[in-house]
């Protein structure tokens, strides 16, 4: 799982995907980015979505910078393939994916339209407990469009 998670990491790092740097591969022993604060020489992790209480102009911000990382992982082929509120980071502002061990290969699985589906679903949930009009239906249609149409 290491290796795996390591190579998706990777691709969509370099795709400009907002989540950790991968910084090495030890056998099954994975080194990413620290994701919040070096204050005191302690690392205080940034929070969880699900902690957080955004305010309106907040949530709107982070909807559409999550709307943005998932267009991304769409592009490169993939669906988080476990998204919530606990599978995000948020550090000053700037989401954050994790948990991307099991991301699923969208042309590939042949389940994986279904998880983008569940992931939108479950997200959209969340931002819309907070006000924000995320509707699951067209974030999939527009996450769905961005796959190469086989000729």
Request: no cysteine.
């Given at each position: 799982w290491a290796?795996?998670?390591f190579a998706v990491l990777s691709r969509l790092w370099r795709a400009g995907a907002a989540v950790p740097y991968p910084v090495q591969l030890d056998g099954t022993e994975l080194a990413m980015e620290f994701i919040g604060d070096h204050g005191d020489?302690?690392?205080v992790a940034a929070p969880r979505l699900a902690e957080l209480r955004p305010d309106h102009r907040e949530a709107n911000n982070l909807y559409g910078q999550l709307r943005e990382a998932l267009l991304i992982l769409a592009e490169a082929g993939y669906a988080h393939g476990d998204?919530?509120?606990y599978n995000i980071l948020v550090h000053r502002g700037r989401l954050v994916l994790i948990d991307l061990p099991q991301a699923i290969d969208l042309v590939g699985n042949p389940q994986g339209f279904e998880y983008l589906l569940r992931d939108c679903r479950n997200i959209c949930t969340w931002f819309n407990a907070r006000g924000i009009g995320a509707d699951e239906t067209a974030l999939a249609a527009e996450l769905l469009g961005t796959l190469p149409r086989a000729q």
């Open positions: 290796a795996a998670e020489g302690h690392g998204l919530s509120a």
